[in-house]
């Protein structure tokens, strides 16, 4: 088995970066979701789940931890990180409520004009980052802005297997991990308990609970007239309710992760 791809995510729900390797520490991947955009008036976070536009929005994490944000029609805008304890905005996340820094009037202005609504960019720091969902992983595992976890890996072969029930390719980034995994049999994941890519040991904590956010294109932010691939999975991957698709993780220690790399199945 080996590691097939990596992405990133700079911005929750804004496109993909595709990588050779990334720093790993236990956040997950260096830039990964360290930025999110909410509501100006209540904080509350945005997602591609309501806001499909979101698909458009390149968002690239640049060497020094800034962020430089792209979108058709708009000239791109480079976004320096902003100090870490000041200008501290509420911001509600599921069920997270945080204080993070924003990120300044020139990032929300540009966010604002292209979704059409007052809203604003903030920034995770890593002493601000919060604590996983009670009753998975250690008590000092953090994440920043995912949804719940810090990584999500998926088997390429779940998603051939998920591709041939449908009758037609659906993209990986539907479903938007961190890491893709070759040469496993489908859902091979959904046994594993710890694995090790290069020196870097990953604990798997909670299969991945999937919503209407896969049936958009990641391309155009156009939704399947069929609900795929979200009707298929739910035919036979639904547990206690929920459709599920991939396996949350978290890593010990730091280290980096490559394309190519064999992965090793642990626990």
Request: charged share 25%.
């Amino acid at each position: 088995m080996l590691l097939s791809a990596l992405y990133r995510y700079p911005l929750k729900s804004g496109q993909a970066q595709t990588l050779a390797e990334s720093s790993v520490d236990a956040l997950g991947l260096t830039g990964d979701r360290r930025w999110m955009v909410v509501r100006a008036d209540n904080g509350q976070f945005l997602t591609q789940r309501a806001w499909p536009q979101m698909t458009q929005i390149g968002a690239l994490h640049l060497p020094d931890g800034s962020l430089r944000l792209e979108a058709p029609g708009f000239a791109s805008l480079n976004v320096p990180v902003p100090a870490a304890d000041d200008a501290l905005r509420g911001v509600t996340i599921w069920r997270d409520t945080l204080q993070v820094p924003d990120a300044g009037d020139a990032a929300a202005d540009w966010l604002s004009a292209l979704l059409g609504k007052p809203l604003r960019l903030v920034h995770c720091p890593a002493h601000r980052a919060r604590y996983l969902p009670n009753g998975y992983g250690l008590n000092s595992d953090r994440a920043t802005f995912p949804d719940g976890f810090p990584l999500l890996l998926i088997g390429q072969g779940s998603l051939d297997e998920l591709n041939r029930r449908i009758g037609r390719p659906m993209e990986m980034l539907r479903f938007r991990p961190n890491l893709v995994v070759e040469g496993a049999e489908p859902f091979a994941e959904d046994r594993w308990r710890r694995i090790r890519i290069g020196d870097i040991t990953l604990r798997l904590l909670k299969p991945s609970v999937r919503c209407i956010l896969t049936t958009l294109d990641p391309a155009t932010g156009q939704r399947s007239p069929d609900k795929e691939p979200l009707l298929t999975l739910k035919t036979f991957r639904s547990r206690d309710g929920d459709v599920v698709f991939g396996q949350n993780l978290a890593a010990d220690g730091e280290g980096v992760l490559k394309v190519g790399m064999s992965v090793e199945v642990l626990e």
